[in-house]
């Protein structure tokens, strides 16, 4: 049926509505925008076309990223001066987060067969705070786009499973090569389309495919460490976080384990009621974690259709154990893991807890809802929905719109400054080498790394060759 359809109109304005409720969480971050940490180093790492390519493969952190780079490069020419950095930053992730939520309902909708379970999907995994900094820190909103990739891929191992077409299948293959150039988060798109390719329930699908074809998307994870590992290993085993050991020493599963268990509990499970920054204690964590699943596990076992669970819960426990298998070194409770400062490791895990959700629902279906074969919502499920809807946006609300960084008054003046002595330069045609030779360092406020301010000025595109001491001259008044 189309969407002009008047009997589809109440999915489309639901999907408008919920569309607008997920974005509008990041409200105050897209009013009073701030630059933090990693995102100076990544922003003065792309500030140029040079830059950008030079360092395509320059990891930040674990994370090769150069799709990242790339992506950065179109941030730092949107934002057009400094003063417009903050602002463009907290858009890459607000609009990368659009395409996530729109393929999150196509996927589950395309896997249930009805708009409810769509709209269902993108209303508890869109509305929630959650995973919120992977959205307004711009270090972090990379991860976002993986997440973008990675839905690609399953929608594609979806087509792939319900056609039998191999043109889906290299698809989905290609895009679980793309998925990690965002993040490292993203390497695990490759186990996950095969995890979600598995023999399962057969209903939706033509034919079960080959075992061979089964494993294909781990092709993409496999092409792109080849090519990474050798240009960035030496860099990401040596982090400086690491210490004395290497990124293999200090990868440590039990702990990650550990930390799993506590997280699923004290972010994952309380984050569904807009609460953070709580912890239950190592104590009670295995008791109420052994509950949950149980219930989990109750819940997908009732339900006809259990791939969907079982990719959610390889979303969530494949996430954290990766995560947190890296991070074993840091404390749990002392690494601010419970915190919104922590918040963007549970893009992945509410993902996967939304589909947990969904794939256990149509085990209720004639009991608690029927679905118009048409693919038309009820007036019913119309109401539930939009219940739904506004329960998660006042929930989450809190959490959104007020866990955002403080306003820092001198980062905006010290961007501030380095757009006026940009427009010196260009007026008096110097360039912006021989300007930052001229002017002593600019510590960037909210800065944990040691990035010049003057990195990001822009210099004249045809300067004169102005001796050092003219240039200190013509920018005494900045000194």
Same mark, same amino acid.
């Given at each position: 049926m189309s969407d002009s359809d008047p009997r589809a109109r109440p999915?489309?304005?639901?999907?408008?509505?919920?569309?607008?409720?997920?974005?509008?969480?990041?409200?105050?971050?897209?009013?009073?925008?701030?630059?933090?940490?990693?995102d100076f180093q990544i922003l003065a790492r792309s500030w140029t076309w040079a830059k950008t390519g030079e360092g395509l493969w320059l990891p930040n952190n674990e994370h090769a990223m150069p799709l990242g780079r790339l992506l950065t490069f179109a941030v730092v020419r949107l934002a057009g !001066?400094?003063?417009? +950095?903050?602002?463009? /930053?907290?858009?890459?992730? &607000?609009?990368?987060? #659009?395409?996530?939520?729109?393929l999150t309902y196509l996927f589950v909708r395309r896997e249930l067969g009805h708009p409810f379970y769509g709209l269902t999907a993108l209303v508890l995994f869109g509305v929630s705070s959650v995973y919120q900094q992977a959205v307004y820190w711009f270090a972090a909103s990379f991860s976002v786009y993986a997440l973008d990739a990675l839905l690609l891929a399953l929608l594609a191992a979806q087509q792939f499973r319900q056609t039998g077409l191999l043109r889906w299948l290299l698809a989905c293959v290609l895009c679980c090569a793309a998925a990690p150039c965002w993040f490292a988060s993203g390497v695990l798109a490759g186990p996950l389309c095969c995890l979600y390719l598995l023999p399962g329930e057969g209903a939706a699908s033509k034919s079960a495919p080959p075992i061979a074809s !089964?494993?294909?998307? +781990?092709?993409?994870? /496999?092409?792109?460490?080849? &090519?990474?590992?050798? #240009?960035?290993a030496p860099i990401i085993l040596h982090l400086e976080h690491y210490r004395d050991s290497t990124a293999l020493e200090a990868f440590r599963p039990l702990t990650g384990a550990w930390y799993t268990v506590r997280s699923v509990v004290d972010n994952l499970a309380t984050g569904a009621f807009g609460v953070t920054g709580v912890t239950v204690?190592?104590?009670?964590?295995?008791?109420?974690?052994?509950?949950?699943?149980?219930?989990?596990?109750?819940?997908?076992?009732?339900?006809?259709?259990?791939r969907l669970a079982l990719l959610g819960a390889g979303l969530i426990f494949g996430s954290y154990l990766l995560i947190y298998s890296a991070r074993a070194t840091w404390s749990y409770d002392g690494a601010g893991m419970v915190t919104p400062s922590g918040s963007r490791y549970h893009l992945q895990p509410q993902l996967g807890l939304t589909l947990l959700v969904c794939g256990g629902l149509p085990a209720w279906e004639g009991r608690w809802f029927r679905l118009d074969p048409g693919g038309r919502l009820s007036p019913g499920q119309t109401r539930a929905l939009a219940w739904l809807l506004g329960v998660c946006f006042l929930v989450q609300a809190p959490r959104g719109l007020l866990c955002y960084y403080a306003a820092n008054p001198r980062q905006a003046e010290r961007l501030r400054l380095?757009?006026?002595?940009?427009?010196?330069?260009?007026?008096?045609r110097i360039s912006a080498e021989a300007a930052r030779r001229a002017l002593g360092p600019l510590p960037m406020p909210e800065s944990t790394t040691t990035v010049d301010g003057w990195e990001f000025l822009r210099g004249s595109d045809d300067p004169k060759d102005w001796s050092r001491e003219e240039v200190a001259e013509m920018l005494r008044e900045v000194k």
């Open positions: 999915a489309v304005w639901l999907f408008v509505a919920a569309v607008v409720a997920a974005t509008a969480l990041y409200g105050r971050a897209l009013l009073f925008p701030v630059l933090v940490q990693d !001066r400094p003063t417009g +950095l903050p602002l463009a /930053a907290v858009l890459a992730g &607000v609009v990368g987060l #659009l395409p996530a939520l729109a !089964r494993l294909a998307p +781990l092709l993409g994870t /496999a092409a792109f460490l080849a &090519v990474s590992l050798p #240009l960035t204690g190592p104590v009670a964590a295995p008791l109420i974690f052994a509950a949950l699943v149980a219930a989990a596990g109750w819940w997908a076992h009732r339900s006809p259709r259990r380095i757009e006026h002595v940009s427009d010196i330069c260009q007026e008096h």
